[in-house]
Nanobody, 118 residues
Framework: QVQLVESGGGLVQPGGSLRLSCATS????????MGWYRQAPEKQRELVAT???????NYADSVKGRFTISRDNVKNTVYLQIDSLKPEDTAVYYC????????????WGQGTQVTVSS
């Protein structure tokens, strides 16, 4: 059974930092592309950052320079370091694992809440 479990969210003041973790089980993390997404109240889920199985990263323009995605295939965990938090970063953050060969595979975690408020 595949599981993705996010953790590390919480309430933080503007300008603060958090480190989100996505612990995976039931998959070989090294063959999956991984991504972090977020969904704010009454908004659509949006891409935050991705990391390929080769380690290449991609970020949404709104988080470039503040967020850093990384992966540890030995620990089967993906991380999202979030710095210089802004109130508009408030959302539920989700982890996604996906691959397209030999067919499409896609798994999501249950999400972790990040609230940025003074």
């Amino acid at each position: 059974q595949v599981q993705l479990v996010e953790s590390g969210g919480g309430l933080v003041q503007p300008g603060g930092s958090l480190r989100l973790s996505c612990a995976t089980s039931g998959i070989i993390l090294g063959i999956y592309e991984m991504g972090w997404y977020r969904q704010a109240p009454e908004k659509q889920r949006e891409l935050v950052a991705t990391v390929t199985n080769g380690g290449s990263t991609n970020y949404a323009d709104s988080v470039k320079g503040r967020f850093t995605i990384s992966r540890d295939n030995v620990k089967n965990t993906v991380y999202l370091q979030i710095d210089s938090l802004k109130p508009e970063d408030t959302a539920v953050y989700y982890c996604r694992a996906y691959r397209t060969w030999p067919r499409n595979y896609e798994y999501w975690g249950q999400g972790t809440q990040v609230t940025v408020s003074s």
